[in-house]
C-alpha cells in the first residue's frame, strides 16, 4: 500500500510523507525538509511519529523553501538524504556527516518497500529534480517547482495514479498583482513556477495515461486561491471541484492513498 501527505506546502515551506507497506515492512520517506524542524516534528508527532520513524529524505531543489531543516533532522535521526549533485553543490559546504546520497535524472533508488525515480525539472535552481515513487503496484508523482512542463517530465509521470502537481498561480492574478516586473517575468517564465493552466493542462494529458487523483500543491498565497486552482485542475480532468485535493500552506493535506 502506498499513502501520502502533504505536511505543508507552499513558498513558506514543503514537506510530503510518504509512506510503503509490504508485508511487516515499512517505509517513510521524506520529501523536502521546508518547515522549521520544531513544526516539522510536531507534524510528525500528530501521526504518531519521530524522525527516527522516517527512512529518508530527498531534498528536490536548494531554495530555501524545500531545504529547511534538512541537515539537522538527517544528523539528529542519522538519515540518508539524497539529492542532485547541483543542489549539494548550491548548498555549499553543507556537510552530511556521511549521509549524503547523490540522486541523478532517472537513477532509481531502492528504499525498501518504496522505490523512487527521480527526474530533472526545468527551473531556476542548480540541478532540480522531482520524482515518482511506488510500491511496486501503485505509482505517485510529486511535481512541483517548475516553469513548464515538457516531454521528459510527461514521460516520468505517464501512469501515475496519483499526483502532487504545482498550482502555483493564476496567469491573470499574476499579470495584476502587487509583484514587481522582475518578480513576475521570474515566476510566469520558463524556469519559474507552474500556472494553474500548464497544470491543467498536464493533468489532463497525465488523466490518459492512468491518472486519477491530484492534489494541487505550491499555490502562491498573493497569485492564487484554493478556488481557481481546484476549477482549472477540474476542468481539465471532467470532474468536480470537490474531486480535487488542495495542500494547504500550514496544514497541508490528510493521507492520501496513492
Ligand atoms: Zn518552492
Ligand atoms: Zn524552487
Same mark, same amino acid.
Given at each position: 500500500?502506498?499513502?501520502?501527505?502533504?505536511?505543508?506546502?507552499?513558498?513558506?515551506?514543503?514537506?510530503?510523507?510518504?509512506?510503503?507497506?509490504?508485508?511487516?515492512?515499512?517505509?517513510?520517506?521524506?520529501?523536502?525538509?521546508?518547515?522549521?524542524?520544531?513544526?516539522?516534528?510536531?507534524?510528525?508527532?500528530?501521526?504518531?511519529?519521530?524522525?527516527?520513524?522516517?527512512?529518508?529524505?530527498?531534498?528536490?531543489?536548494?531554495?530555501?523553501?524545500?531545504?529547511?531543516?534538512?541537515?539537522?533532522?538527517?544528523?539528529?535521526?542519522?538519515?540518508?538524504?539524497?539529492?542532485?549533485?547541483?543542489?549539494?553543490?548550491?548548498?555549499?559546504?553543507?556537510?552530511?556527516?556521511?549521509?549524503?546520497?547523490?540522486?541523478?535524472?532517472?537513477?532509481?533508488?531502492?528504499?525498501?518497500?518504496?522505490?523512487?525515480?527521480?527526474?530533472?525539472?526545468?527551473?531556476?535552481?542548480?540541478?532540480?529534480?522531482?520524482?515518482?515513487?511506488?510500491?511496486?503496484?501503485?505509482? $505517485?508523482?510529486?511535481?512541483?517547482?517548475? +516553469?513548464?512542463?515538457?516531454? *521528459? /517530465?510527461?514521460?516520468?509521470?505517464? %501512469? #501515475?495514479?496519483? &499526483?502532487?502537481?504545482?498550482?502555483?498561480?493564476?496567469?491573470?492574478?499574476?499579470?495584476?498583482?502587487?509583484?514587481?516586473?522582475?518578480?513576475?517575468?521570474?515566476?510566469?517564465?520558463?524556469?519559474?513556477?507552474?500556472?494553474?493552466?500548464?497544470?491543467?493542462?498536464?493533468?489532463?494529458?497525465?488523466?490518459?495515461?492512468?491518472?486519477?487523483?491530484?492534489?494541487?500543491?505550491?499555490?502562491?498565497?498573493?497569485?492564487?486561491?484554493?478556488?481557481?486552482?481546484?476549477?482549472? $485542475?477540474?476542468?481539465?480532468?471532467?470532474? +468536480?471541484?470537490?474531486?480535487? *485535493? /488542495?495542500?494547504?500552506?500550514?496544514? %497541508? #493535506?490528510?493521507? &492520501?492513498?496513492?
Amino acid at each position: 500500500m502506498l499513502r501520502f501527505r502533504s505536511l505543508g506546502s507552499g513558498s513558506s515551506g514543503n514537506a510530503t510523507l510518504v509512506e510503503a507497506t509490504s508485508g511487516l515492512l515499512t517505509t517513510r520517506l521524506l520529501i523536502d525538509c521546508g518547515l522549521g524542524i520544531r513544526r516539522l516534528e510536531r507534524s510528525l508527532a500528530a501521526e504518531g511519529l519521530s524522525a527516527g520513524d522516517l527512512d529518508a529524505v530527498f531534498i528536490t531543489h536548494e531554495h530555501s523553501d524545500h531545504v529547511g531543516c534538512a541537515r539537522a533532522l538527517a544528523l539528529r535521526a542519522r538519515l540518508p538524504v539524497h539529492m542532485s549533485a547541483g543542489t549539494h553543490a548550491a548548498l555549499r559546504e553543507r556537510d552530511f556527516d556521511g549521509l549524503l546520497r547523490v540522486a541523478r535524472d532517472g537513477e532509481a533508488i531502492d528504499l525498501g518497500a518504496l522505490q523512487v525515480t527521480p527526474f530533472a525539472v526545468p527551473h531556476d535552481a542548480r540541478e532540480p529534480l522531482q520524482l515518482h515513487c511506488t510500491d511496486g503496484a501503485v505509482r $505517485l508523482g510529486v511535481l512541483t517547482d517548475l +516553469g513548464h512542463v515538457n516531454e *521528459h /517530465v510527461l514521460a516520468h509521470l505517464a %501512469g #501515475c495514479r496519483s &499526483l502532487v502537481l504545482e498550482c502555483n498561480h493564476d496567469e491573470e492574478m499574476l499579470a495584476g498583482g502587487p509583484y514587481p516586473w522582475f518578480l513576475k517575468r521570474r515566476v510566469g517564465g520558463d524556469w519559474g513556477h507552474l500556472a494553474n493552466s500548464a497544470a491543467a493542462q498536464a493533468a489532463r494529458t497525465l488523466q490518459a495515461q492512468g491518472l486519477q487523483q491530484v492534489v494541487a500543491a505550491h499555490l502562491s498565497e498573493r497569485n492564487n486561491t484554493p478556488d481557481l486552482a481546484r476549477a482549472a $485542475l477540474a476542468e481539465a480532468l471532467g470532474c +468536480g471541484q470537490e474531486d480535487i *485535493h /488542495v495542500a494547504s500552506a500550514t496544514l %497541508g #493535506c490528510g493521507w &492520501l492513498t496513492a
